[in-house]
């Protein structure tokens, strides 16, 4: 019988069996393992990993020979021994990774293509054939009665679609060996596993290749032209360049050269813009951008310009660039060059939906992009997010997804995928599970995730499986059946998370506990049951009580011990991330600071009650209107989330990803002044003042020695309601007159020109919200002399609308001041 699968026109998979005997192996007792005299480091290691596998599955040693003859019954390692025995290789369709399995009665040979071919071969050859499971790096699951297990006679080839492949945890980033057996072919380690891909992951760097500290000064011109002025610094790692101008073309071709030269065997490099979305709207990069109906457009025309250069002394090497946010829209005409690699990003895409999904708005944009992409790309790779970048312990429901989103890409000329998920952290939400589950599934695109989820159990967690599934189980069933759509920055509202819910979940992984017989497995199942002890936190923060100057959580009905609980569990399996930028011991010290009681002020009068947590980046916490007893503050959110903060976005001084202790200059009950030193020396002098009807916040800014002053004021309020239906819920801002910028909005989403539209309201100094079902909204007012942007996040699923600004960037030589100001009022009806 012949089986023959293709995928994305890579994947090549073809079984033939024969009619001779199948293979008993328990009747391999006086085989020997072969190798040639010439094998590489990593046949020898393949060789090596057989006899332990077979050993494990077996309890037969079999012994391991070097030499060029081969007589009697042998596995046969390596391309050497299988041509002595009459063997061919197809070396021309096999890449550096497909590998051929000839099974008979006499033998057995895996024999693959160099480096890496022959030792997947191996793992292919237990995991597929015999049963074995590579489930954790000290856990490999063999069938019982090994001995007995029986393979026809066959012969076996398979070639991985995806060239680069990359499930990001610590657990295989930590572990080049076991990342081996996973093959996911991007963890460096020893020879003998056989090298890494050449591809390498696009990652921002256009700033790197043309450094403003080198450039800057005398060719201001080479960045990008943002709000009318070249800007020298920028967040998300710096400035991006000006695409048209000439000079910086010849600076990044001489970049990317002295690269090639000093990295050789390395297949791609990049070019790639940097992590913000301040393109360059220069006259000329503008054109470009409006022809293709796409910022890709300049972008793309620049990384061809510079393709088309290396293409004449280094062709076979790749040119890499983003398809990221403003760049991921195809430009209208442009192709990108055959040596030009596209990375397209999904980051604004739910996760509990496959990514195919026609019920999942989000993810149906990104199918439209990535189907323009195919047209205009020959090389595509993907950047799949797949993890809470807000809290990496926190339960995350798209183990259904996984699966039918990685065939979806194989399908659509992806080429490679890089699984983003906790990597620079450790023992996270069910990373062992998540680790294995993609792992498989980029190795064979078109496997059920679901299915593998449920194999990891019963197989890993044994006879405490059946909760852990009912748990999993439970938890997508709710967030399916609430209708979310969880991107990779989800609250605690997108993931159903509250005390209820949270209640059932630590159940059912007690009732796991209860059910192991062994310490191997109860201990399995503690550290797994990580996550339901991280929801209850955050479940326990959301509801804050404030008593005599001091803020706490109500913890009403929560266990007293779940915080130090969850530290002990965290130091015993080694947590180290919190979430991206935060680690573990500072979230949970943070944590401990709140449950003692955390330094508050408290501001009122006739029209408000405003609680303000100076030790925690100064933010407000509540913020009611007393005559209708709303707190517009976003609900649902715990202490460690965003409130509403203004951070600095440049330099030193509180940020978005980290909390700083302000402290309290001067406090009355209409009236606070808090204030932080940066550790640059900077002076941050933050006021807000009750003042009638209105909430009044101006901000100081001093510095000690010479910097840039990028301030982002970012208020999260609660929208009232989860339609995204602009009848109901209005965004305003105030030009000569008030206008409704979201009216044609789709899916709460903005278009180029509508975000322009709302940038309008720097002209009237006014932006608002209204929701006319609820009743309410909160206008923001300000001097449009003090402030350079504006913009609307609305979130149905969060419940959320921010009204985000940002105060004109200063640059202040030491001893300079430079402040904004803005107020807010409750709105009892729309703008008119």
């Not at 130090?564 to 919190?578: G, N, P």
């Not at 808090?674 to 006021?687: L, N």
Request: glycine share 6%.
């Amino acid at each position: 019988m012949r089986k023959t699968t293709l995928a994305g026109l890579l994947c090549l998979v073809v079984s033939v069996e024969c009619a001779a005997a199948p293979l008993v192996l328990g009747e391999m007792e006086s085989w020997k393992i072969v190798i040639g005299p010439t094998a590489t480091a990593c046949e020898s290691y393949a060789a090596s990993e057989f006899k332990s596998l077979f050993k494990g599955l077996t309890g037969i040693d079999l012994p391991i020979v070097k030499t060029a003859s081969v007589d009697g019954q042998a596995v046969l390692i390596g391309p050497d021994p299988a041509r002595a025995c009459g063997l061919r290789l197809d070396g021309g369709k096999l890449g550096e990774e497909g590998f051929h399995l000839d099974i008979s009665p006499q033998r057995v040979a895996i024999f693959g293509a160099s480096p890496r071919g022959t030792l997947y071969g191996v793992y292919e050859f237990f995991e597929e054939l015999c049963g074995v499971r590579y489930l954790t790096r000290d856990h490999t699951f063999y069938p019982k009665n090994g001995r007995d297990i029986t393979i026809q006679s066959r012969r076996y080839t398979y070639v991985p679609p995806y060239a680069f492949r990359w499930s990001y945890y610590g657990e295989t980033n930590r572990n080049p060996a076991f990342a081996a057996r996973l093959r996911t072919n991007t963890v460096a380690g020893d020879d003998k596993y056989g090298g890494i891909t050449g591809y390498k992951l696009v990652m921002h760097n256009v700033a790197y290749l043309v450094p403003p500290a080198t450039y800057g000064k005398e060719h201001p011109e080479y960045y990008a032209l943002v709000n009318g002025r070249r800007t020298l610094e920028m967040h998300g790692g710096g400035p991006q360049l000006c695409m048209t101008n000439p000079d910086v073309l010849e600076i990044v071709v001489q970049a990317t050269l002295d690269a090639i030269e000093k990295n050789p065997g390395v297949k791609s490099f990049n070019v790639a813009h940097m992590d913000n979305v301040s393109y360059c709207t220069c006259e000329k990069c503008a054109a470009i951008d409006a022809r293709e109906e796409s910022h890709a457009g300049a972008t793309l025309s620049f990384v061809n310009a510079v393709a088309e250069r290396i293409e004449k002394t280094h062709p076979e090497v790749l040119i890499g660039t983003y398809a990221y946010q403003y760049t991921r829209k195809p430009p209208k005409t442009i192709r990108a060059r055959d040596n030009v690699l596209i990375q397209l990003c999904s980051i604004e895409c739910c996760n509990f939906h496959a990514i195919d999904d026609p019920g999942c708005s989000l993810n149906q944009e990104f199918c439209e992009d990535m189907a323009g992409w195919k047209r205009k790309a020959k090389n595509i790779f993907i950047w799949h997010y797949n993890t809470n970048f807000k809290g990496y312990l926190l339960p995350y429901p798209n183990l259904r997804s996984i699966g039918r989103t990685l065939e979806y890409y194989a399908n659509n000329n992806g080429k490679g995928v890089f699984m983003q998920a906790a990597g620079n952290g450790f023992s996270t939400e069910l990373s062992d599970l998540r680790n294995y589950v993609m792992s498989r599934c980029l190795w064979q695109p078109g496997r059920d995730s679901w299915q593998e989820t449920l194999e990891f159990c019963r197989l890993h967690y044994a006879e405490a499986a059946p909760p852990i599934i009912a748990y999993l189980t439970y938890y997508h069933d709710l967030v399916k059946d609430q209708g979310r759509h969880p991107t990779c920055f989800p609250t605690e509202a997108s993931l159903c998370i509250n005390p209820d819910t949270v209640r059932r979940i630590e159940s059912c992984f007690d009732v796991a506990l209860a059910l192991a017989r062994t310490e191997e497995v109860r201990t399995r199942v503690e550290k797994a049951s990580l996550c339901a002890l991280r929801a209850s936190l955050s479940a326990a923060t959301m509801d804050l009580k404030y008593e005599e100057g001091v803020c706490m959580p109500s913890l009403e009905g929560v266990d007293g011990d779940l915080l130090e609980r969850y530290a002990r569990l965290c130091a015993k399996y080694d947590v180290s991330m919190e979430n991206e930028r935060t680690r573990a011991e500072t979230y949970i010290e943070t944590m401990r600071k709140l449950y003692a009681g955390m330094r508050a002020v408290r501001l009122e009068n006739d029209s408000w009650r405003v609680l303000v947590l100076p030790e925690s980046n100064a933010k407000v916490v509540e913020m009611t209107y007393k005559p209708t007893g709303r707190d517009v503050i976003q609900p649902a959110r715990a202490l460690d989330r965003f409130r509403f903060e203004d951070w600095i976005r440049q330099g030193a001084g509180p940020k978005a990803d980290g909390i700083l202790p302000y402290e309290v200059v001067e406090e009355s009950p209409s009236r606070a002044v808090v204030a932080i030193t940066t550790s640059d020396g900077a002076r941050i002098r933050r006021t807000i003042t009750l003042q009638g009807d209105a909430i009044r916040f101006e901000t100081v800014l001093k510095a000690k020695a010479a910097r840039p002053f990028n301030v982002q004021v970012h208020p999260e309020y609660d929208a009232g309601s989860g339609s995204d239906d602009p009848r109901e819920i209005g965004l305003y801002v105030k030009a000569a007159e008030w206008m409704q910028a979201n009216e044609d909005w789709v899916d709460a989403q903005p278009t180029d020109a509508q975000r322009a539209t709302v940038k309008r309201g720097l002209q009237g100094g006014s932006v608002a919200y209204f929701n006319r079902r609820a009743s309410f909204g909160i206008e923001q007012r300000f001097d449009p002399d003090a402030f350079e942007d504006l913009s609307f996040y609305w979130s149905p699923e969060r419940i959320q609308i921010n009204m985000e600004m940002t105060p004109v960037i200063r640059h202040l030589a030491a001893g300079q001041e430079a402040r904004y100001a803005y107020e807010i009022r409750y709105l009892q009806e729309a703008p008119q």
